[in-house]
């Protein structure tokens, strides 16, 4: 199915070059001159190499048909990350590599969306926002908070955020896990 490069996400499949390509990071670019372009790692399905790709915005990408199934993350450990299959019990390890700079967000009990081709586990997919908690930030100065600066945050899984000045120690977010932003206060 054809998809517009400015919607690729981390955890697709794409066709590319003839070959099968799970989306490792992607990152949205808009440069002060020319066209916005998303900045793309992929790893192949079959060889497990990974490449760099940069995709205009405008150009379309073939993302292919898999099979979504929710599954739950049980542990990790030197093998890679184990997974079971929340319908039939059966697990399965997948490399820890497989979701690169987001691999800090998933925890036990997780459940998160695997791809499979023909029955092979291929790529996860975490939720889009996750809650975490503040360990370490400056504290706010006063009249900080009339500005829309941020401030920088260590999470409890060791992520580095920028935050807006009122976040202090303690609290919990809800961070986007693509792009590892600040969205806002955990309820």
Request: hydrophobic share 35%.
């Amino acid at each position: 199915m054809k998809q517009s490069a400015g919607s690729i996400r981390i955890g697709w499949v794409i066709e590319y070059k003839g070959k099968s390509w799970t989306i490792v990071k992607a990152q949205h670019v808009k440069p002060g001159k020319g066209g916005a372009f998303m900045q793309v790692e992929m790893k192949s399905v079959e060889e497990g190499t990974k490449t760099n790709e940069r995709f205009r915005t405008e150009d379309t990408v073939e993302k292919l048909m898999v099979e979504e199934k929710p599954n739950q993350f049980l542990f990790e450990d030197g093998t890679g990350l184990t997974f079971m299959d929340s319908e039939t019990y059966d697990q399965f390890t997948m490399p820890n590599d497989i979701l690169g700079d987001s691999l800090p967000f998933l925890t036990d009990g997780m459940t998160v969306e695997i791809n499979f081709i023909d029955g092979k586990p291929i790529s996860v997919a975490l939720p889009k926002q996750v809650v975490c908690e503040v360990v370490e930030t400056e504290p706010a100065l006063k009249g900080q908070t009339v500005t829309s600066s941020y401030k920088p945050a260590i999470l409890d899984n060791g992520v580095r955020v920028m935050v807006p000045p009122f976040i202090n120690t303690g609290e919990k977010i809800v961070v986007e896990t693509g792009d590892v932003t600040y969205v806002e206060r955990a309820k």
